[in-house]
């Protein structure tokens, strides 16, 4: 049986043709991406089950990173999930010859989930201070938002919001690169390998979306199967293939190290540790019930 979707959800939506559209090799392309996507994610899930529950944090992100992916590339596989724009250039290759382009916005909705949490994969590890995590991953969102606006925008003003979103991308880079690694050098040297390394990759595939972004949605330069597969192929390597790296990173690395003190249903607060602790060694901050002072009593005179 061959792949129906075309046939089934056609080039018009809401009245409106597209005339610069995937064909069968494209959906064939965006359906076996959503198959790596899901059994990254059946991967993950699993891997998190030799963990215990106060570890599995990263598994758990990154499985939902590779989850929300596979619904978008099934979503694109299915021919929806996108709206036609008209083009600011036309082309005469016949492959994006035409007045619009179907621009799937379903991709931004995946990056709008799923970048946050690919950070907050990278900064958790690097024990980044939460202010500076929210406000990286704010910066990010405004990043994806200008994207897909600069996208539906048919004029030449979609690459003033190509350029807000290639500075807020800068933005990004730089705490990536410099000030998160920076707190990861002073975790361990095993922290610091592992956030490099993730950190080095991801950055370095980033930078290649925004030249997908010109020659796809921005300058109508090759057609959507070839977009298919050049945006597939980065997010195959800046999800599964990241998630790989960062999970065997962590194989050794408690989360508390990284300031993620996260206790199961059976274990007590960190607090109540401490409070017994101190009970057990005499210190009650002022408050006791007098057991402590009269045992240590009879110890005192004995000493006098």
Request: proline share 4%; aromatic share 12%; charged share 10%.
């Amino acid at each position: 049986m061959g792949n129906g979707a075309l046939a089934a959800n056609g080039n018009t939506v809401n009245g409106n043709t597209s005339a610069i559209n995937i064909t069968t090799h494209g959906s064939d392309w965006y359906w076996a991406v959503c198959a790596v996507m899901t059994t990254a994610t059946l991967v993950f899930v699993g891997l998190s089950a030799t963990k215990p529950r106060s570890h599995r944090i990263f598994h758990y992100i990154t499985a939902a990173i590779t989850l929300v992916a596979a619904i978008a590339y099934f979503t694109m596989g299915s021919n929806l999930g996108w709206t036609p724009i008209d083009v600011e250039f036309m082309r005469s290759n016949p492959r994006v010859h035409g007045v619009n382009r179907e621009i799937f916005y379903v991709r931004y909705v995946d990056w709008f989930i799923t970048t946050p949490l690919l950070l907050m994969d990278l900064l958790l590890t690097a024990g980044l201070p939460w202010p500076t995590i929210l406000f990286t991953v704010l910066i990010d969102e405004v990043m994806v938002v200008t994207g897909l606006v600069g996208a539906l925008v048919k004029s030449s003003y979609k690459w003033g919001f190509y350029v807000f979103g290639c500075v807020a991308f800068l933005f990004v880079a730089w705490n990536v690169t410099i000030v998160a690694r920076k707190h990861a050098q002073a975790l361990g040297p095993d922290v610091s390998k592992t956030y490099t390394i993730c950190g080095v990759w991801t950055i370095a595939l980033w930078f290649l979306y925004p030249i997908a972004w010109g020659l796809c949605e921005g300058g109508n330069v090759i057609a959507p199967d070839s977009e298919a597969v050049f945006y597939g192929i980065l997010d195959l390597l800046a999800k599964p293939v990241f998630g790989a790296l960062l999970i065997w990173g962590h194989r050794g690395i408690d989360p508390a190290r990284l300031g993620l003190h996260i206790r199961d249903y059976d274990e007590l607060p960190s607090s109540t540790h401490n409070y017994e602790n101190r009970e057990k060694n005499g210190v009650s901050n002022g408050h006791s019930n007098g057991v402590t002072n009269s045992a240590a009593a009879p110890a005192a005179a004995e000493a006098v």
